[in-house]
């Protein structure tokens, strides 16, 4: 990996910092060094979020989550070798240090071998109106708007490309011929094309019974208006190892309030706070279900995610919530669609480099 460096962070910093190297590097694993060098442990994409479903905020210290376990290779290794072994291990990066410790490159799994195909089907909802979106939407699904040149639901499609997703989906209604015009079968992106036409909108999860047939393997879903850098695989891995029948993926969310809070009981005070700050995770829009979850949803019938997941969770069905901490926006409204051009030769021209 040739910018390797960027995946350095100091082991005195933060979560927040380790993900600010997550992102930088563009791997999953930041590796966490002393004031010489020497590697003293690294963060994956994993660590973050298990320390932030237990609690943890970006401002902990990066100590928290450091994994002091780690494999590395030394200056001689051939690329063959380590290859094979990162494939023992299902590992897909590893540090290379020297005699004395220190970094001096980081091999990743991506960069020795071709992405392995995942034959798990990604089923796109890209036929909302985008009514807060006019006029843009007048004349072209929301899907279809360029960002980055060009259409925002070609570059979520290429994200699931360049891990070896090649089985989509895409759900349609308003604009339809024009999302069809496009795609055609696929072919053009390498991938299979097929599509799921809905007469009328049947909500986020609703869709899924215009299915062709039973999925035998988690389905990922997506809402078709999401510009994200989120860890596709590792989302995968973290739904099958759960054992879940559905997982969501979920965003930090904090609201202050801007007064100081007032605790009273009985006409008397005990306590005070001032400006807290109310954390919460919120629906990112991102899902991956088993073929339980899936066969819950009734053919041509409304039926949202929400509902979905509320409907499972009353039978005891396991569901599971993967927290993200990579680049995410939902492009709702004007200043999105405006503010995710900015940002696209940031977080995604130099990934696709």
């Known amino acids: 990996m040739k910018d390797w460096k960027k995946a ?3 082991v005195t910093g933060t979560m927040r910092d380790a993900v600010q190297a997550l992102n930088d590097g563009s791997v999953r694993m930041a590796l966490a060094v002393d004031a010489e ?3 003293r442990g690294v963060i994956t994409d994993g660590d973050i979020r298990r ?8 401002e902990s210290p990066l100590l928290d989550v450091l994994v002091t376990d780690f494999r590395a290779a030394r200056p001689g290794d051939g690329d063959a070798a380590i290859l094979a072994v990162m494939r023992e291990l299902d590992i897909h990066q590893m540090p290379v240090l020297d005699a004395e410790g220190r970094v001096i490159g980081l091999k990743v799994l991506g960069e020795l071998s071709a992405p392995l195909p995942r034959d798990n089907w990604v089923v796109l909802m890209a036929g909302g109106l985008g009514t807060r979106l006019r006029p843009l939407t007048e ?3 929301k899907p279809l708007l360029p960002v980055g040149g060009r259409p925002l639901l070609e570059t979520i499609m290429q994200q699931f490309i360049q891990h070896g997703f090649h089985n989509f989906f895409i759900s349609v ?3 339809a011929d ?5 795609f055609g079968d696929g072919t053009r992106l390498g991938v299979s094309i097929e599509y799921l036409r809905e007469r009328e909108p049947l909500g986020t999860a609703g869709a899924l019974g215009l299915l062709p047939r039973k999925p035998d393997a988690p389905v990922f879903v997506m809402n078709g208006d999401l510009l994200t850098r989120v860890d596709f695989p590792g989302m995968l891995d973290f739904h099958l190892t759960q054992g879940a029948h559905a997982t969501m993926a979920v965003r930090g969310f904090d609201i202050q309030v801007p007064y100081g809070v007032v605790d ?9 706070e001032e400006k807290p700050v109310q954390k919460f995770f919120v629906n990112a829009g991102i899902y ?7 066969a819950e949803i009734a053919p041509d019938a409304y039926l949202d995610m929400p509902s979905l997941f509320s409907r499972l969770m009353e039978q005891g069905s396991p569901t599971a919530a993967f927290p993200i901490h990579e680049y995410w926006m939902d492009i709702g409204r004007r200043q999105d669609f405006e503010q995710a051009n900015c940002d696209f030769a940031l977080h995604f021209q130099r990934q696709e480099r």
């Open 8 to 10: 350095l962070v100091r």
């Open 173 to 175: 209604n308003y604009r």
């Open 178 to 182: 024009m999302v069809e015009e496009h």
């Open 37 to 39: 060098g020497r590697l």
């Open 264 to 272: 009273v009981r009985e006409n008397s005070i005990v306590g005070l």
């Open 139 to 141: 004349d072209c699904p």
């Open 51 to 58: 320390g932030l479903l237990v609690g943890k905020t970006l």
């Open 288 to 294: 991956v279900l088993g073929s339980e979850a899936v």
